[in-house]
């Protein structure tokens, strides 16, 4: 089974200033997706960035973007700039591709950001 | 257009009673998924329902069922709660299981007192 490890339970960081989330996962599997969501107090889970295994490239979204290290299945996220609405908790999740009834979300326990004014 | 909408926002019932939650995905999509967010336990996947079927089942208990209804709307159902069931219960939901974007509710906050 997948196991997804966010060994951050809270970070802060000042507004404009770049902070960085860590996450883990655990997969035997070649072919799969990694995610990045944000749950504001408004509960509503949103999708951040997304990385597909296969692909080497770093996924990038505006200030968004993670780095993705497949050998040593390290899946972070670089927030730049940060705002105060990027005050949320953020959320890896992993799922895999393999087809069948594998199509769900595995998320890690969350990292809760704070953004200081 | 509307996202995924979950009903209602609150609930408050009492230890041995049932609940039912009840989602709207968004028009199009066939595929939604009931996830658990307990307090310091991160999103735990609850069920998949794809076409009015199910596709796949979390680690939980029986008494945790649903169903999918013609209209791809889905209800979920807990049986017999305990106060472990106190929890925020997110809905997802996406064009199709192979779809990799699902897109979530607000959740529906259960509380068993």
């Known amino acids: 089974a997948q196991t997804v490890t966010q060994s951050q339970p809270e970070m802060s960081v000042q507004e404009a200033e770049t902070v960085t989330l860590s996450c883990t996962y655990d997969t035997s599997e070649s072919d799969y997706y990694l995610f990045w969501y944000k749950q504001p107090p408004s509960r509503q889970m949103i999708l951040v960035i997304r990385?597909?295994?296969?692909?080497?490239q770093n996924a990038t979204e505006n200030r968004f973007s993670v780095n993705f290290q497949k050998a040593a299945k390290s899946f972070s996220l670089k927030i730049s700039d940060s705002q105060l609405g990027d005050a949320a908790m953020y959320f890896c999740?992993?799922?895999?591709?393999?087809?069948?009834?594998?199509?769900?979300?595995?998320f890690g326990k969350g990292t809760l950001l704070t953004v200081n004014p | 257009e509307a996202g995924v909408t979950q009903s209602p926002t609150h609930l408050i019932k009492t230890r041995g009673q049932q609940a039912t939650l009840r989602c709207s995905p968004i028009s199009g999509h066939t595929s939604v998924y009931w996830y658990q967010q307990a307090l310091g336990l991160g999103l735990q996947f609850l069920l998949w329902?794809?076409?009015?079927?199910?596709?796949n089942r979390g680690n939980f208990p029986p008494r945790f069922s649903g169903r999918q209804f013609p209209n791809y709307s889905s209800e979920l159902n807990v049986n017999a709660l305990e106060l472990e069931d106190s929890a925020l219960y997110l809905c997802a939901s996406s064009l199709g299981g192979w779809v990799t974007e699902a897109f979530f509710g607000q959740g529906t906050r259960l509380t068993v007192v």
């Open positions: 329902y794809d076409e009015g079927e199910e596709r």
């Open positions: 999740a992993y799922r895999s591709n393999s087809g069948g009834s594998n199509y769900k979300l595995t």
């Open positions: 990385q597909e295994a296969y692909k080497q």
